[in-house]
């Protein structure tokens, strides 16, 4: 699906834990927030950079991270990046809602969290899900 957006400069490095186990979810909407997010990174790096997509386990957590080589985001814009409609992308390139969809997402949907880290060259947002079954617990 975003094939055609990693074909120019940007390199894509995967670094998938053997200890992450498998969980219940729903694999369709978790698909929309790898979209977004991976979708998100490229546009940052405009093309050219760096994409690392990491899993690993952390205690009853799974971890997913994409890290981009783009130039970073100030703290006001991380404040704000999950809002509904707020986008730093120009008239008609963005709608503002694909970090605030996936937000939802994870968090109603899965009972998880996004958090982003950024400083300048670097922007990683972090998902993590809980082990456990949806509807368990």
Do not use: C
């Not at 546009?43 to 990491?54: F, K, V, Y």
């Not at 690993?56 to 814009?77: K, Q």
Request: overall charge negative; cysteine-free.
């Amino acid at each position: 699906m975003l094939g055609h957006k990693l074909r120019g400069g940007v390199e894509v490095i995967r670094s998938y834990g053997v200890d992450v186990p498998r969980i219940d979810a729903y694999a369709g909407e978790l698909n929309q927030v790898w979209t977004n997010l991976i979708d998100n990174a490229v546009d940052a790096m405009n093309g050219t950079g760096t994409l690392r997509i990491s899993t690993r386990a952390d205690g009853d957590r799974i971890v997913v991270e994409f890290t981009d080589t783009g130039p970073g985001m100030p703290p006001e814009v991380a404040a704000r990046a999950f809002e509904p409609f707020y986008t730093t992308k120009d008239v008609g390139k963005g709608t503002g809602l694909g970090l605030d969809i996936a937000q939802r997402i994870v968090a109603e949907h899965h009972g998880g969290t996004i958090t982003i880290t950024s400083h300048p060259g670097e922007t990683t947002l972090q998902v993590r899900l809980p082990h456990q079954p949806i509807g368990a617990g």
